[in-house]
């Protein structure tokens, strides 16, 4: 369950990182932009709380 997690908000935030730099550089239209940020935006704040409630728990043993 952690691996899955842990995939899900890197993934999340590589898909707000990545599509400004891709706008940057004319590969990716504004409105693509804007959906892929919110996607990612939402599987990152989705998946990190339950992973830092998984590391707090691990790091308190």
């Known amino acids: 369950m952690t691996l899955v997690l842990t995939i899900v908000a890197r993934l999340g935030l590589a898909l707000t990182i990545l599509p400004p730099i891709l706008f940057l550089f004319d590969t990716l239209p504004l409105d693509s ?13 989705g998946a990190s709380p339950f992973l830092q409630k998984k590391h707090e728990a691990s790091a308190a043993e």
Do not use: P, S
């Open 33 to 45: 932009v804007k959906w892929v940020m919110l996607l990612g935006t939402l599987l990152w704040l």
